[in-house]
């Protein structure tokens, strides 16, 4: 009696909260209808007020959530990289490897397998690379409902590269393929093979739609936008791709052609000493050299050729000097220039160019900042609010921020005594209002710029000449040093102590490496083109996993200083001969 009692209780109950529910469902129904009625509409008013600030206050809690969330996950990430490298240093020769993994936390996708295949996400065109020449193919997206959450990328970590001196190569990589997911059809696999077999992906790498103003987390998507935005580069990319997960995956050469189009001579009378493409418009470039002129190049509409702009003979009349480097404003056409500070001598000048006009306006900036010696770098950084970064021989590390007031720019002293000799390179990253700094005391120097205070300092083995952020990975950062055959060394800001991979070439002219052979990033971030003391032009391609060029283009009778990239397939050149080259890739 006593069970069946309770049994008709709980049918009693559930009854009920069916009516319940019932009666809730018809008032929701209810309230959806506005009435006709000038009561019945103020009721209906309020209550849609009511219900619209509970979904705000619940909108505001699940934000709070999110930060939180994404905060612990950054911190973690970042502490199971530490625990993760340590634990690889300390039984690298205990633990066997396995085919195909790469040991991370998520398990991460090989982006290089023994097939040259690679799975995207989008299924947007790729270049793949048949003998010598690159093809481009293009495969339709499918429908956001065909697709199987199950096969999108997972989240994956930068793994640990670690390269001894000695190594001249790395060891080649053989991986098998790896699907997303073990529920792909065998049609799908089948098709998928016989689309990109026998090919190597040339370009695998994504595209997030925002900035994240803390450390980068470590994720990638794959995709292949960037292959096809050779003519459409824009200056102002602000999204991060994570590409320090391919650094040396693939063993095989990649396959770059070239072709030197056009050799103009620079019409300047001494030796150069800088280029700079100008980032609001690529087809703008300036050059400058020992004899104290700054010329203005254009390309003209095929690309195959610069016609001489404008020419700026001296920025005033108490210039005595040559400009020691000169960079772009990000977004103006402005250029700015750095000098030497001895002799009170005015130290940074800023030339303001109206292409519609012709014209060119001119002017010191009244700091000075720098107390003595030459001032080696300017950099301007990647922030909402563009500043420039100068370093010099008087080891400073000087911010210039720019004044509410027109064309007027204050200068803030970040350190004098962390480096103990020259400063040679400076630059500022995308996230945390990083600083990083290198120098002849062979110190690789991380320094917040808000909090004042230094993040990491890292020796390296030789001395330091220069610093390049990547422009598409905010975490990757190239440092070149003296070093012959190990020039090239590329680190993550999260991990500095650790170098990921070195690039390196042998010279026939010279025993020294010079501080005046400059680099550059291409575009997309995936190369790297380098002068040299020889003729001759390097470019490295940061997947191939051996240190020497990917290719190297002989295109100058004497040395070159710097090739930088136009796009991803020009670039523009200079070299103690005097001349200018024009360069197509493909």
């Known amino acids: 009696m006593i069970r069946r009692e309770e049994g008709d209780g709980g049918c009693a109950m559930a009854a009920t909260a069916a009516l319940k529910k019932q009666k809730i469902e018809e008032e929701k129904v209810l309230s959806t209808q506005i009435p006709d009625d000038k009561e019945g509409l103020l009721e209906f008013m309020d209550q849609r007020a009511k219900s619209i600030q509970r979904c705000k206050d619940q909108i505001s809690i699940l934000e709070r959530k999110l930060a939180e969330e994404r905060n612990l996950m950054a911190d973690a990430e970042t502490k199971f990289l530490q625990l993760d490298r340590v634990e690889s240093d300390t039984f690298s020769k205990t633990k066997p490897k396995v085919s195909g993994k790469t040991g991370s936390l998520f398990g991460i996708a090989e982006f290089w397998s023994e097939g040259g295949k690679v799975k995207s996400s989008n299924g947007t065109s790729?270049?793949?690379?048949?003998?010598?020449?690159?093809?481009?193919?293009?495969?339709?997206p499918r429908p956001r409902s065909e697709k199987d959450p199950s096969k999108l990328p997972s989240i994956i970590l930068p793994p640990s590269f670690k390269r001894k001196a000695s190594a001249p190569v790395r060891p080649e990589v053989n991986e098998p393929a790896v699907t997303r997911s073990s529920n792909v059809s065998k049609e799908e696999a089948k098709r998928s093979h016989a689309t990109i077999s026998n090919k190597v992906v040339r370009e695998t790498q994504g595209r997030d739609d925002h900035i994240d103003k803390g450390f980068a987390k470590p994720r990638i998507r794959v995709s292949s936008n960037i292959s096809g935005q050779a003519r459409h580069e824009k200056s102002g990319f602000h999204g991060h791709d994570e590409l320090i997960a391919l650094i040396g995956r693939s063993s095989l050469r990649p396959t770059i052609e070239s072709r030197?189009?056009?050799?103009?001579?620079?019409?300047?009378?001494?030796?150069?000493?800088?280029?700079?493409?100008?980032?609001s418009n690529r087809d703008l470039f300036a050059t400058s050299a020992l004899d104290c002129v700054v010329h203005f190049w254009k390309l003209q509409s095929n690309r195959s050729s610069a016609t001489l702009f404008k020419t700026v003979n001296r920025v005033g009349l108490d210039q005595k000097r040559w400009a020691e480097d000169i960079a772009w404003h990000p977004h103006r056409s402005e250029l700015f220039s750095v000098y030497t500070a001895d002799e009170g001598?005015?130290?940074?000048?800023?030339?303001?160019?109206?292409?519609?006009?012709?014209?060119?306006e001119s002017k010191f900036l009244k700091n000075r900042p720098h107390s003595k010696g030459l001032i080696n770098r300017i950099m301007f950084t990647p922030w909402d609010d563009p500043c420039f970064i100068t370093g010099g021989c008087d080891h400073a590390v000087v911010l210039w921020r720019e004044q509410c007031e027109s064309n007027a720019w204050k200068s803030r002293l970040l350190?004098?005594?962390?480096?103990?000799?020259?400063?040679?390179?400076?630059?500022?990253?995308?996230h945390k209002n990083l600083v990083l700094s290198c120098g002849d005391d062979r110190r690789f120097i991380g320094f917040d710029a808000r909090a004042e205070k230094a993040t990491f300092t890292h020796r390296l083995d030789n001395r330091c000449t220069n610093l390049l952020p990547n422009p598409r990975d905010v975490n990757l950062v190239m440092v070149h040093t003296r070093q012959l055959d190990r020039q090239l060394r590329l680190y993550d800001v999260r991990l500095p102590q650790t170098e990921l991979f070195s690039f390196g070439w042998k010279q026939e002219s010279s025993e020294?490496?010079?501080?005046?052979?400059?680099?550059?990033?291409?575009?997309?971030?995936?190369?790297?083109?380098?002068?040299?003391?020889?003729?001759?032009?390097?470019?490295?391609?940061i997947r191939y996993n051996a240190p020497s060029p990917s290719l190297s283009i002989k295109a100058h009778k004497k040395r070159v200083f710097k090739a930088e990239w136009q796009s991803s397939q020009q670039l523009v050149s200079i070299s103690s001969d005097l001349e200018i080259g024009i360069h197509k890739l493909w």
């Open 126 to 140: 790729t270049i793949h690379v048949r003998g010598e020449k690159m093809e481009y193919e293009i495969s339709t």
């Open 260 to 279: 030197t189009v056009a050799i103009l001579p620079s019409g300047h009378t001494k030796r150069m000493r800088s280029l700079a493409v100008s980032l």
């Open 345 to 360: 001598h005015a130290q940074i000048s800023a030339l303001y160019l109206n292409e519609a006009l012709k014209s060119c």
């Open 415 to 430: 350190h004098r005594d962390l480096h103990s000799s020259s400063v040679m390179g400076v630059a500022g990253m995308r």
């Open 512 to 541: 020294t490496q010079s501080a005046l052979i400059n680099q550059s990033w291409s575009p997309d971030g995936l190369h790297i083109s380098s002068g040299s003391s020889d003729p001759v032009i390097h470019i490295f391609d």
